[in-house]
């Protein structure tokens, strides 16, 4: 082993420098002593070893199985395809006559039946597939400002300077401004759906859906708004058009419930938080437990979903579902996570005993040889 | 960053017309203005203030990422073609601008403080007949101006007259070419005569004609032409700016270059600029990752025009149509190149200069390589070359001053047969010499040198008791040299000696009581034991390389003609009296004992001389001397004639003393397989004696090869034998691997392999031969001879050579080279190495401001190697490394999603996080890793110097690893994008809502790419101190600060159109999937790398991982052994204690530099004290070849 010349300098000039001419009153170019400029600095310096690397793999091992199987077990999920592609599908026609300038509403009525009741809330969701919400220019379609209640931004239909609603490329009309302006409203899914039970006997009874609480808080309280002023809306709204595919204007969104129109009309608000990606669901109305009933909220049976068929999917080959779920407490039913946790889980604790057997028959090895030169 | 000194050449000299003769007349202004000369100011600084911003940006965006970031900005501006807002490349670029900028402005500001500064100084220019002080920018080409002692000289000046006899003056170079010594020159006699009167002075109207400005600091050719008669100007006449007056009361000159067209400043700005390995693999590698963005982006464009011709026309119900399909594919390209930018990110280069310079930071502030004895600290001159530090494979070492002090004691002597130096104790043992050894006391002697230090007694008892050989042993060490006394203060002597040897032994005479005192043409004055005696100088014979041996004739006061001698020891015995055998025979035994210990040898000798015959020989002397033809050989034969028969007195024994630890650095070099080869001016035999004293050539070596044939055919003949016997099968052609490389492939590189040796060979090669070696044809030889040496020793060689021999070994075998070294003769080597390592000692500074890396000492290579640059490569691989990783893995992710949203280029993250990634998420965790890393500590490092292999090998960072690196971002951006997609597109939040909405989706896999990398960080990180930790957590605990902070209301409603993510951090982080999804990902992500490392720790340890898992055993550092350097045997013969320069006899003689009363006698050569301590020294960068070698002047 080489010894390393540095004992003698360790620290400064006690021997040699005091003999040479003044060395005391000027050696100040010396650096200073501290941890950090000796890159001395206390460190914890853990290296990968069997004592610590094995066990973590196992701990995971254990851990991530039982949780894959918690996410498996929970939750019931049912789902419809409603678009129509087949000519033995009950929506067939409707999805073949379709124009979105079409006055007349085409229905369908689609069966199904469940095998499981379904306990507590049930939510009830449209799901569309190959359907591009995340495209850049679509997803860039809109003025938030005015679904935040800008006014400005409903009075000036001509673009100016400061305040021209370029979000809202490319459905800007040069009259009169738009209002809920851009592509993701002008798309705004308008089909109706319904469900019925079918009794055994074979009459129906309307499941009630409750169309409010689907949207976010904040969504509805802070980022959309209705321009202030004053509460009817249709003044608000006056001097605006609707969108170009819509059929109704926004102030009349809900008919039902005159608090749930213009921008914080729930399904427009859950329509414009646009999905990630190509195949998406988005939460279409709950259908609540019923209060101090023990029955299940939809029980076993046959049932009927009532579609009224406005929204074309057909020309980009996208798929409409109607989708009911259930919740556990950790969220919808999630089987791929479920699934994922236990591969995980299980490949961690393989690759732990790998490791292990591999660790005995070399370990010793390596660890006690010497260091050659 | 480093572009600054390359710019600086720029200003100086720049010409548009070429001038072919300059003409001028002194005291002539209007004649001299007509030429439009460059009067003597100088500018080195870039900017002013109008022009600092202009300037500034254009050279910035000259760079290659600024433009490439401005190109971005330009691309940004097209709303089509934007997918990006502006402010995600204006604040990355406007930071790095703007810091660039403030680094330029303070370094220009200093040029202009610099630039001032010299040109306020004040010089006396004679103007209107009488002199006037002005400033130094106000000299004009024709001034005759008035120098004073210790000025610097202000402009190139034509000698015209000087207060010495003669009209000599004396100038210190040391700005100039580092050398310290002074150096002579004389004014024409017909100026010589002008002397100090104004009134001549005004009315000198002398014409030269001259060279144009050039660069060549020795040659000067010009005319002067002075009432009609013509004088012939060479060198010898003009002083160069930057040259010092020494030991001259005043002088006059005429300006005849000022400013820009001086040679110093002709010199300037020649310094090429250095870049290290990885930076040039870094730019291979950053034009590979452009091919591979446009690839990307290709694939995306090309994805986009199929899905706007297959999907896009059919969703314009919802979408309305844009352009058609080929159009829309060609936007798309553009804004993918926005948005995958961030694999080059400009973040990269700026925290590589930051690394770099934090690292050279630690350099300067390293106590272990501070030198308290001068107060020098080591410094980083350069701060861009750390990383090279610790991937050297060679260096080229210079010996005087860098291996050895140049410092010369008188250790030894044997004196009449009898040995005197060695300690023995009571029982005739040995005793080692260390600092603690008592220390003869020369109380008794009051001129004594107090530095002086001997430990055997016995030798001062015998000089007291009046011993009458060891009184001539050292009378004649008092009197035979060519020595300079310098007595300042009664008492006080200094000796100005020509080469160090004879300093030490006129100095142990001194101190042993032979005082030499002082000397005139005729005289020498010695104090013997207290008395003063005067003799009479006769001849000196002076010394040279082919007698190697000088000697004086002296008459005693008594009258009593003595021939004393000293010189080589087989010289001197083939001139001994007979009579003298038995002495010899003892002396040879004690010479060769000394020779064993490494040190240098003198053999003393004497003889009475007839007065008679001295009479006559004196006559034939000065015949000899006035000769006009064949004097040198009738002087040779004289000397020859009268240097017989000579007594023996004994021999005198030399340290030529190395640096500290100079054995055990080289050792601890050669365990880190880094070869050393010495370059060195001095002879064959010196320079081999300090290979064996530092135990670069040892006995038991195979063989050691000496190279010194005086032709090509020769040389070449015995480089193949020495080869042949060090492989004797190996093959004749060497193993060229032809390879392109750099930028463009358009380098084209030739590397020698290395080729295996059994057994230890050295190689000692002398500069003539090394002259032919260095040939076109036969280099190759030469490298490969040489490179299967241990050690290469290369003697006599000239400063250009140096830089030769470092070139060569560059050109071939692509390692990367440092060269050490002290002097000017360096200079050329440190500049041509990919690191120059300047020793701050005593031969001037011309090294040191060359250099990258300075510092006092050699042995403190071994830190800044095995410790500095080891950790610094360390740093900058795992640096480069995670940086790649850690941005391709978030740009991947960005690839991946365009297959999922229609390659509309729509990014993945939230438009924030993309700005504040690189700047702020990641920017401090990843420096203070490469800030503070190491794998194992310094003593362990030590300990251990194979650890330095895997750096010259460029395993840490390669072509390969970087593969690695992409393929490992590819995996885990695989993980980063498909697992939250699969996880989340079938799932609904507890609360029954969708979760999968873009921005919700943005933001879990912002976050798990952030988790995933500062896990990659950690597992990265070997050294983990409390810095390590707070950035690491701070950095993360800020990234959800300010997503919560951005997404919250008050921001969207005071900005709606910037922070539309309004809620998005509330309603997703509150959801158990989110994070068991992050949870996954990052097992995910880590658990393949955890079990490759395990694996690979377990089954292929490297030599780190071997050493890390001793450190974690041995807790408590065992003391580190100290070994004892065994004492060598060796009867090798050392060489001669002589410089290999001609002497300074005639000098002596001639009384050109004794012209004065001794008691106000100026120092001749006056290194008291450093000249540079006194007045500041204008810094300039100077010199960038040697035409020839100042060693042998």
Same mark, same amino acid.
């Given at each position: 082993?080489?010894?390393?010349?540095?004992?003698?300098?360790?620290?400064?000039?006690?021997?040699?420098?005091?003999?040479?001419?003044?060395?005391?009153?000027?050696?100040?170019?010396?650096?200073?002593?501290?941890?950090?400029?000796?890159?001395?600095?206390?460190? *914890?310096?853990?290296?990968?070893?069997?004592?610590?690397?094995?066990?973590?793999?196992?701990?995971?091992?254990?851990?991530?199985?039982?949780?894959?199987?918690?996410?498996?077990?929970?939750?019931?999920?049912?789902?419809?395809?409603?678009?129509?592609?087949?000519?033995?599908?009950?929506?067939?026609? @409707?999805?073949?006559?379709?124009? *979105?300038?079409?006055?007349?509403? @085409?229905? @369908?009525?689609?069966?199904?039946?469940?095998?499981?009741?379904?306990?507590?809330?049930?939510?009830?969701?449209?799901?569309?597939?190959?359907?591009?919400?995340?495209?850049?220019?679509?997803?860039?379609?809109?003025?938030?400002?005015?679904?935040?209640?800008?006014?400005?931004?409903?009075?000036?239909?001509?673009?100016?300077?400061?305040?021209?609603?370029?979000?809202?490329?490319?459905?800007?009309?040069?009259?009169?401004?738009?209002?809920?302006?851009?592509?993701?409203?002008?798309?705004?899914?308008?089909?109706?759906?319904?469900?019925?039970?079918?009794?055994?006997?074979?009459?129906?009874?309307?499941?009630?859906?409750?169309?409010?609480?689907?949207?976010?808080?904040?969504?509805?309280?802070?980022?959309?708004?209705?321009?202030?002023?004053?509460?009817?809306?249709? %003044?608000?709204?006056?001097?605006?058009?609707?969108? %170009?595919?819509?059929?109704?204007? %926004?102030?009349?969104?809900?008919?039902?419930?005159?608090?749930?129109?213009?921008?914080?009309?729930?399904?427009?608000?859950? *329509?414009?938080?646009?999905?990630?990606?190509?195949?998406?669901?988005?939460?279409?109305?709950?259908?609540?437990?019923?209060?101090?009933?023990?029955?299940?909220?939809?029980?076993?049976?046959?049932?009927?979903?009532?579609?009224?068929?406005?929204?074309? %999917?057909?020309?980009?080959?996208?798929?409409?579902?109607?989708?009911?779920?259930?919740?556990? *407490?950790?969220?919808?039913?999630?089987?791929?996570? !479920?699934?994922?946790?236990?591969?995980? !889980?299980?490949?961690?604790?393989?690759?732990?005993?790998?490791?292990?057997?591999?660790?005995?028959?070399?370990?010793?090895?390596?660890?006690?040889?010497?260091?050659?030169? | 960053?480093?572009?600054?000194?390359?710019?600086?050449?720029?200003?100086?000299?720049?010409?548009?017309?070429?001038?072919?003769?300059?003409?001028?007349?002194?005291?002539?202004?209007?004649?001299?203005?007509?030429?439009?000369?460059?009067?003597?100011?100088?500018?080195?600084?870039?900017?002013?203030?109008?022009?600092?911003?202009?300037?500034?940006?254009?050279?910035?965006?000259?760079?290659?990422?600024?433009?490439?970031?401005?190109?971005?900005?330009?691309?940004?501006?097209?709303?089509?073609?934007?997918?990006?807002?502006?402010?995600?490349?204006?604040?990355?670029?406007?930071?790095?601008?703007?810091?660039?900028?403030? /680094?330029?402005?303070?370094?220009?500001?200093?040029?202009?403080?610099?630039?001032?500064?010299?040109?306020?100084?004040?010089?006396?220019?004679?103007?209107?007949?009488?002199?006037?002080?002005?400033?130094?920018?106000?000299?004009?080409?024709?001034?005759?101006?008035?120098?004073?002692?210790?000025?610097?000289?202000?402009?190139?000046?034509?000698?015209?007259?000087?207060?010495?006899?003669?009209?000599?003056?004396?100038?210190?170079?040391?700005?100039?070419?580092?050398?310290?010594?002074?150096?002579?020159?004389?004014?024409?006699?017909?100026?010589?005569?002008? +002397?100090?009167?104004?009134?001549?002075?005004?009315?000198?109207?002398?014409?030269?004609?001259?060279?144009?400005?050039?660069?060549?600091?020795?040659?000067?050719?010009?005319?002067?032409?002075?009432?009609?008669?013509?004088?012939?100007?060479?060198?010898?006449?003009?002083?160069?700016?930057?040259?010092?007056?020494?030991?001259?009361?005043?002088?006059?000159?005429?300006?005849?270059?000022?400013?820009?067209?001086? =040679?110093?400043?002709?010199?300037?700005?020649?310094?090429?600029?250095?870049?290290?390995?990885?930076?040039?693999?870094?730019?291979?590698?950053?034009?590979?990752?452009?091919?591979?963005?446009?690839?990307?982006?290709?694939?995306?464009?090309?994805?986009?025009?199929?899905?706007?011709?297959?999907?896009?026309?059919?969703?314009?119900?919802?979408?309305?149509?844009?352009?058609?399909?080929?159009?829309?594919?060609?936007?798309?390209?553009?804004?993918?190149?926005?948005?995958?930018?961030?694999?080059?990110?400009?973040?990269?280069?700026?925290?590589?200069?930051?690394?770099?310079?934090?690292?050279?930071?630690?350099?300067?502030?390293?106590?272990?390589?501070?030198?308290?004895?001068?107060?020098?600290?080591?410094?980083?001159?350069?701060?861009?070359?750390?990383? +090279?530090?610790?991937?050297?494979?060679?260096?080229?070492?210079? =010996?005087?001053?860098?291996?050895?002090?140049?410092?010369?004691?008188?250790? =030894?002597?044997?004196?009449?047969?009898?040995?005197?130096?060695?300690?023995?104790?009571?029982?005739?043992?040995?005793?080692?010499?260390?600092?603690?050894?008592?220390?003869?006391?020369?109380?008794?002697?009051?001129?004594?040198?107090?530095?002086?230090?001997?430990?055997?007694?016995?030798?001062?008892?015998?000089?007291?008791?009046?011993?009458?050989?060891?009184?001539?042993?050292?009378?004649?060490?008092?009197?035979?040299?060519?020595?300079?006394?310098?007595?300042?203060?009664?008492?006080?002597?200094?000796?100005? #000696?020509?080469?160090?040897?004879?300093?030490?032994?006129?100095?142990?005479?001194?101190?042993?009581?032979?005082?030499?005192?002082?000397?005139?043409?005729?005289?020498?004055?010695?104090?013997?034991?207290?008395?003063?005696?005067?003799?009479?100088?006769?001849?000196?014979?002076?010394?040279?390389?082919?007698?190697?041996?000088?000697?004086?004739?002296?008459?005693?006061?008594?009258?009593?003609?003595?021939?004393?001698?000293?010189?080589?020891?087989?010289?001197?015995?083939?001139?001994?009296?007979?009579?003298?055998?038995?002495?010899?025979?003892?002396?040879?035994?004690?010479?060769?004992?000394?020779?064993?210990?490494?040190?240098?040898?003198?053999?003393?000798?004497?003889?009475?001389?007839?007065?008679?015959?001295?009479?006559?020989?004196?006559?034939?002397?000065?015949?000899?001397?006035?000769?006009?033809?064949?004097?040198?050989?009738?002087?040779?034969?004289?000397?020859?004639?009268?240097?017989?028969?000579?007594?023996?007195?004994?021999?005198?024994?030399?340290?030529?003393?190395?640096?500290?630890?100079?054995?055990?650095?080289?050792?601890?070099?050669?365990?880190?397989?880094?070869? $050393?080869?010495?370059?060195?001016?001095?002879?064959?035999?010196?320079?081999?004696?300090?290979?064996?004293?530092?135990?670069?050539?040892?006995?038991?070596?195979?063989?050691?090869?000496?190279?010194?044939?005086?032709?090509?055919?020769?040389?070449?003949?015995?480089?193949?034998?020495?080869?042949?016997?060090?492989?004797?099968?190996?093959?004749?052609?060497?193993?060229?691997?032809?390879?392109?490389?750099?930028?463009?492939?358009?380098?084209?590189?030739?590397?020698?392999?290395?080729?295996?040796?059994?057994?230890?060979?050295?190689?000692?090669?002398?500069?003539?031969?090394?002259?032919?070696?260095?040939?076109?044809?036969?280099?190759? +030889?030469?490298?490969?001879?040489?490179?299967?040496?241990?050690?290469?020793?290369?003697?006599?060689?000239?400063?250009?050579?140096?830089?030769?021999?470092?070139?060569?070994?560059?050109?071939?075998?692509?390692?990367?080279?440092?060269?050490?070294?002290?002097?000017?003769?360096?200079?050329?080597?440190?500049?041509?190495?990919? $690191?120059?390592?300047?020793?701050?000692?005593?031969?001037?500074?011309?090294?040191?401001?060359?250099?990258?890396?300075?510092? #006092?000492?050699?042995?403190?290579?071994?830190?800044?190697?095995?410790?500095?640059?080891?950790?610094?490569?360390?740093?900058?691989?795992?640096?480069?490394?995670?940086?790649?990783?850690?941005?391709?893995?978030?740009?991947?992710?960005?690839?991946?999603?365009?297959?999922?949203?229609?390659?509309?280029?729509?990014?993945?993250?939230?438009?924030?996080?993309?700005?504040?990634?690189?700047?702020?998420?990641? #920017?401090?965790?990843?420096?203070?890793?490469?800030?503070?890393?190491?794998?194992?500590?310094?003593?362990?490092?030590?300990?251990?110097?194979?650890?330095?292999?895997?750096?010259?090998?460029?395993?840490?960072?390669?072509?390969?690893?970087?593969?690695?690196?992409?393929?490992?971002?590819?995996?885990?951006?695989?993980?980063?994008?498909?697992?939250?997609?699969?996880?989340?597109?079938?799932?609904?939040?507890?609360?029954? /809502?969708?979760?999968?909405?873009?921005?919700?989706?943005?933001?879990?896999?912002?976050?798990?790419?952030?988790?995933?990398?500062?896990?990659?960080?950690?597992?990265?990180?070997?050294?983990?101190?409390?810095?390590?930790?707070?950035?690491?957590?701070?950095?993360?605990?800020?990234?959800?600060?300010?997503?919560?902070?951005?997404?919250?209301?008050?921001?969207?409603?005071?900005?709606?159109?910037?922070?539309?993510?309004?809620?998005?951090?509330?309603?997703?982080?509150?959801?158990?999937?989110?994070?068991?999804?992050?949870?996954?990902?990052?097992?995910?992500?880590?658990?393949?790398?955890?079990?490759?490392?395990?694996?690979?720790?377990?089954?292929?340890?490297?030599?780190?991982?071997?050493?890390?898992?001793?450190?974690?055993?041995?807790?408590?550092?065992?003391?580190?052994?100290?070994?004892?350097?065994?004492?060598?045997?060796?009867?090798?013969?050392?060489?001669?204690?002589?410089?290999?320069?001609?002497?300074?006899?005639?000098?002596?003689?001639?009384?050109?530099?004794?012209?004065?009363?001794? /008691?106000?006698?100026?120092?001749?050569?006056?290194?008291?004290?450093?000249?540079?301590?006194?007045?500041?020294?204008?810094?300039?960068?100077?010199?960038?070849?040697?035409?020839?070698?100042?060693?042998?002047?």
């Amino acid at each position: 082993m080489a010894p390393s010349y540095n004992a003698k300098e360790e620290d400064g000039h006690q021997p040699g420098a005091t003999g040479h001419g003044g060395a005391g009153t000027m050696t100040n170019k010396k650096p200073d002593n501290t941890a950090f400029k000796q890159q001395r600095l206390p460190a *914890w310096q853990p290296i990968l070893t069997a004592g610590t690397v094995l066990p973590a793999f196992f701990v995971i091992g254990l851990i991530f199985i039982p949780i894959g199987f918690i996410l498996i077990v929970y939750g019931l999920t049912l789902l419809i395809d409603y678009t129509g592609v087949d000519m033995s599908s009950p929506c067939y026609n @409707c999805s073949q006559s379709y124009s *979105w300038n079409n006055t007349q509403s @085409c229905t @369908c009525s689609v069966h199904f039946s469940l095998d499981q009741p379904f306990e507590s809330n049930v939510f009830m969701y449209y799901g569309l597939s190959n359907f591009y919400q995340n495209h850049r220019r679509y997803v860039k379609s809109r003025d938030d400002s005015q679904l935040n209640g800008d006014k400005t931004s409903l009075q000036y239909h001509i673009c100016t300077l400061n305040r021209c609603s370029k979000e809202c490329e490319p459905y800007r009309s040069s009259d009169k401004p738009i209002a809920p302006c851009g592509a993701i409203a002008n798309s705004l899914f308008n089909d109706t759906l319904e469900l019925y039970y079918i009794d055994p006997n074979g009459s129906r009874t309307a499941i009630p859906l409750v169309k409010k609480g689907i949207a976010w808080w904040t969504d509805k309280h802070v980022k959309f708004r209705n321009p202030s002023g004053n509460n009817n809306l249709t %003044v608000v709204f006056q001097g605006t058009s609707k969108p %170009v595919n819509w059929r109704k204007p %926004v102030f009349e969104l809900d008919p039902l419930d005159s608090d749930n129109n213009g921008f914080i009309n729930e399904d427009f608000i859950v *329509w414009m938080r646009t999905a990630a990606l190509p195949t998406f669901r988005k939460l279409y109305c709950i259908i609540q437990k019923k209060p101090n009933n023990m029955t299940p909220t939809l029980p076993r049976g046959e049932y009927i979903l009532e579609v009224t068929y406005n929204y074309p %999917v057909r020309s980009f080959d996208g798929r409409k579902r109607m989708i009911l779920s259930t919740i556990s *407490w950790m969220g919808g039913k999630n089987p791929f996570l !479920g699934i994922a946790y236990i591969t995980v !889980g299980s490949v961690c604790f393989c690759l732990g005993l790998v490791l292990l057997s591999i660790h005995y028959r070399y370990g010793k090895r390596n660890n006690s040889a010497e260091i050659s030169s | 960053m480093g572009s600054l000194l390359s710019q600086l050449g720029l200003e100086c000299g720049g010409k548009d017309v070429r001038e072919k003769e300059r003409h001028l007349r002194a005291n002539d202004r209007e004649l001299n203005l007509s030429y439009k000369y460059a009067d003597n100011a100088i500018k080195t600084s870039k900017y002013n203030i109008f022009t600092f911003l202009p300037l500034n940006l254009f050279e910035q965006f000259q760079r290659l990422a600024n433009a490439y970031f401005l190109f971005l900005l330009c691309l940004q501006s097209i709303p089509e073609v934007s997918s990006l807002p502006w402010y995600t490349t204006v604040v990355p670029l406007v930071l790095v601008l703007s810091m660039t900028m403030a /680094k330029d402005s303070s370094d220009d500001m200093n040029r202009h403080r610099c630039d001032k500064q010299v040109n306020n100084r004040k010089v006396e220019i004679l103007i209107g007949g009488e002199l006037q002080s002005e400033k130094w920018m106000d000299v004009q080409v024709g001034d005759i101006i008035k120098l004073e002692n210790n000025q610097f000289v202000t402009a190139d000046l034509l000698l015209l007259s000087s207060s010495e006899p003669l009209n000599l003056v004396y100038i210190e170079t040391a700005e100039l070419d580092g050398e310290t010594n002074l150096k002579v020159k004389q004014a024409l006699t017909v100026t010589g005569k002008l +002397e100090d009167s104004i009134e001549k002075l005004a009315n000198f109207n002398g014409e030269v004609r001259c060279e144009p400005p050039n660069n060549r600091l020795d040659k000067f050719t010009g005319t002067l032409t002075l009432n009609g008669e013509t004088y012939s100007l060479d060198n010898e006449r003009i002083l160069l700016r930057g040259c010092t007056l020494r030991n001259t009361q005043w002088c006059f000159g005429l300006v005849v270059f000022g400013g820009p067209d001086t =040679k110093l400043m002709q010199n300037c700005g020649r310094t090429t600029f250095k870049r290290t390995s990885i930076d040039r693999l870094m730019n291979v590698l950053v034009l590979n990752i452009f091919g591979f963005l446009m690839i990307m982006c290709l694939i995306l464009a090309i994805g986009n025009g199929i899905w706007e011709y297959q999907e896009g026309s059919k969703f314009a119900a919802f979408l309305p149509k844009g352009v058609n399909a080929p159009f829309s594919a060609f936007l798309t390209f553009w804004s993918y190149v926005i948005i995958l930018n961030t694999v080059v990110p400009i973040s990269l280069y700026i925290s590589v200069e930051i690394i770099r310079l934090g690292n050279s930071f630690y350099i300067n502030w390293d106590r272990k390589m501070y030198y308290p004895k001068s107060d020098t600290p080591a410094e980083a001159r350069t701060t861009t070359l750390n990383e +090279e530090l610790g991937q050297i494979k060679y260096i080229f070492s210079d =010996k005087t001053g860098t291996l050895t002090q140049n410092i010369m004691t008188f250790n =030894k002597c044997s004196i009449n047969g009898k040995s005197y130096g060695e300690l023995l104790d009571f029982s005739g043992q040995r005793v080692e010499i260390n600092e603690k050894t008592e220390k003869v006391d020369f109380s008794w002697n009051n001129l004594a040198d107090p530095k002086f230090c001997f430990h055997d007694n016995s030798l001062v008892e015998e000089v007291r008791e009046g011993n009458p050989e060891v009184q001539a042993f050292f009378r004649l060490l008092a009197l035979c040299h060519t020595v300079m006394p310098e007595e300042k203060k009664e008492g006080e002597l200094y000796y100005q #000696a020509q080469s160090p040897d004879e300093g030490a032994l006129v100095t142990a005479a001194r101190n042993f009581g032979f005082v030499f005192r002082s000397r005139t043409p005729e005289r020498i004055t010695v104090v013997e034991m207290g008395e003063l005696v005067t003799y009479e100088l006769l001849a000196v014979l002076d010394f040279n390389n082919v007698r190697k041996r000088m000697s004086v004739i002296v008459r005693s006061p008594e009258g009593k003609l003595t021939l004393y001698c000293k010189g080589a020891d087989t010289i001197i015995f083939e001139r001994l009296n007979p009579s003298c055998s038995n002495l010899t025979e003892v002396t040879t035994e004690h010479l060769n004992e000394f020779a064993g210990e490494g040190l240098r040898t003198l053999a003393l000798a004497y003889k009475d001389i007839d007065p008679e015959y001295m009479e006559d020989w004196k006559l034939r002397h000065h015949e000899a001397n006035t000769a006009m033809d064949e004097r040198e050989e009738k002087l040779d034969a004289l000397y020859e004639e009268i240097e017989k028969g000579l007594q023996l007195l004994g021999s005198t024994a030399v340290e030529d003393k190395l640096q500290d630890g100079v054995p055990q650095t080289i050792e601890q070099l050669s365990k880190a397989d880094i070869k $050393i080869w010495v370059l060195t001016g001095d002879k064959q035999e010196t320079a081999e004696n300090i290979g064996y004293s530092c135990n670069m050539l040892r006995d038991e070596m195979n063989e050691v090869f000496i190279v010194s044939a005086n032709t090509a055919e020769e040389v070449r003949k015995e480089l193949q034998t020495a080869r042949r016997k060090m492989t004797p099968d190996g093959t004749e052609e060497p193993t060229v691997k032809k390879s392109r490389s750099g930028l463009f492939c358009l380098l084209k590189t030739e590397t020698v392999a290395d080729e295996p040796v059994n057994g230890e060979y050295a190689m000692v090669i002398n500069g003539h031969s090394l002259a032919f070696a260095l040939e076109k044809d036969m280099e190759m +030889e030469l490298l490969r001879t040489a490179c299967m040496c241990q050690t290469v020793i290369c003697c006599r060689v000239t400063p250009l050579q140096k830089a030769q021999v470092v070139e060569l070994v560059k050109k071939y075998k692509q390692a990367v080279t440092l060269a050490v070294g002290d002097g000017a003769n360096d200079v050329s080597m440190i500049k041509a190495a990919h $690191i120059g390592v300047g020793i701050s000692g005593q031969e001037g500074m011309q090294a040191v401001l060359s250099s990258d890396y300075s510092f #006092a000492q050699f042995r403190y290579l071994q830190r800044l190697l095995l410790v500095h640059g080891r950790w610094s490569y360390l740093r900058m691989c795992k640096f480069l490394r995670y940086f790649f990783y850690k941005n391709f893995t978030f740009t991947f992710v960005h690839f991946w999603y365009g297959f999922f949203c229609g390659f509309s280029a729509q990014t993945v993250y939230d438009e924030w996080f993309i700005t504040l990634y690189n700047l702020v998420y990641t #920017a401090l965790p990843v420096l203070s890793l490469s800030l503070l890393d190491q794998d194992v500590n310094d003593w362990w490092s030590f300990q251990y110097p194979q650890l330095y292999t895997p750096g010259q090998l460029n395993q840490y960072f390669s072509k390969r690893a970087f593969v690695y690196t992409v393929l490992h971002s590819g995996y885990s951006s695989l993980v980063l994008f498909f697992i939250p997609w699969a996880a989340m597109y079938d799932t609904v939040r507890d609360d029954g /809502k969708e979760i999968v909405d873009y921005q919700s989706f943005a933001l879990l896999a912002q976050t798990c790419l952030l988790i995933a990398v500062s896990i990659q960080l950690g597992l990265d990180t070997h050294y983990w101190t409390a810095v390590n930790q707070f950035f690491l957590w701070g950095s993360l605990s800020v990234y959800f600060a300010v997503i919560f902070t951005m997404y919250s209301n008050g921001m969207f409603l005071t900005l709606i159109s910037s922070f539309p993510f309004i809620g998005t951090a509330r309603n997703s982080l509150n959801q158990p999937n989110v994070w068991l999804t992050m949870l996954l990902t990052s097992i995910l992500c880590v658990l393949p790398v955890v079990a490759y490392r395990f694996l690979r720790i377990l089954l292929w340890p490297t030599i780190n991982d071997k050493v890390r898992y001793k450190v974690r055993q041995d807790k408590v550092l065992p003391p580190a052994p100290r070994r004892v350097q065994a004492r060598r045997t060796s009867t090798r013969r050392s060489g001669y204690a002589f410089s290999h320069a001609q002497g300074y006899g005639d000098l002596v003689t001639s009384g050109k530099f004794l012209r004065r009363t001794p /008691k106000s006698r100026p120092a001749l050569f006056s290194q008291t004290d450093s000249p540079l301590a006194q007045t500041q020294p204008q810094s300039y960068r100077t010199i960038s070849e040697w035409e020839e070698p100042p060693l042998s002047p």
